[in-house]
């Protein structure tokens, strides 16, 4: 079955400096790749994703993530945080089950504390 | 503005007691989803539905049943609330398609069972 690890549960980052979030996937393929964020109270926001194509994808907010096939990684990079990007960040996997549908599976999150 | 509604935003409920949480999206889509979200453990498929009333079992189904009698409507249902079924539930709602699709989610549903 497949898995997404995010390794750092918390991490605490000055304003202004840079931001790297780790997640690690298990699968025999290259699945569908998502990065989500969520604020709180709110519900979750896609961030970026990626299948195919350039490794390297921009999103929104000045986030990008970069896709390395040979480490299984999927790595979230902000080159300068803002306050705003407090939140809990989640990597995730999208796989075809069926025809007409498909499952998410998610991983355990990784918290962003932002110092002023 | 698209939208997925969860009906409730809090939830208190007695161990034993039958549960509903309601999901409603806006923007006809044919796939809905039910995740519980548990500090830690990032979100957890319980059930989703790829057509009305077609449904099929995610990670962790047991003590959960689902409902998809309209479109726009995914019922999440606890047969009989268990103290461990505390948890943030979370719906969302996508178009069909080959796995690539953004899922839009509601704000979620925070349940306490005593």
């Known amino acids: 079955a497949q898995s997404v690890t995010q390794p750092d549960i918390h991490i605490t980052v000055s304003e202004g400096a840079s931001l790297e979030l780790r997640c690690n996937y298990s699968y025999g393929a290259t699945p569908y790749l998502f990065w989500y964020v969520q604020s709180p109270g709110q519900g979750l926001q896609l961030l970026l994703k990626?299948?195919?194509?350039?490794?390297l994808v921009q999103g929104i907010k000045g986030f990008e993530a970069e896709f390395k096939r040979s480490q299984s990684s999927f790595n979230l990079r902000k080159p300068s945080v803002h306050w705003s990007d407090a939140a809990e960040y989640f990597c995730?996997?999208?796989?075809?089950?069926?025809?007409?549908?498909?499952?998410?599976?998610f991983g355990g999150g990784t918290r962003v504390l932002v110092k002023p | 503005d698209v939208k997925v509604t969860q009906s409730s935003r809090y939830l208190v409920k007695r161990t034993g007691e039958k549960v509903f949480l309601e999901c409603v999206q806006d923007m006809d889509h044919e796939n809905m989803f039910w995740y519980r979200q548990d500090p830690g453990l990032g979100l957890r498929l319980i059930y989703f539905?790829?057509?009305?009333?077609?449904?099929e079992k995610g990670d962790i189904p047991e003590g959960y049943s689902v409902s998809r009698e309209k479109k726009e409507r995914f019922s999440l249902i606890l047969e009989s609330a268990s103290t461990n079924q505390t948890s943030m539930y979370l719906c969302a709602s996508k178009e069909a398609g080959g796995g690539g699709e953004k899922l839009f989610f509601g704000s979620g549903t925070q349940l306490s069972v005593l």
């Open positions: 539905s790829y057509d009305v009333k077609m449904k």
């Open positions: 995730a996997v999208g796989l075809l089950v069926k025809a007409a549908g498909n499952k998410l599976t």
């Open positions: 990626y299948f195919s194509g350039d490794t």
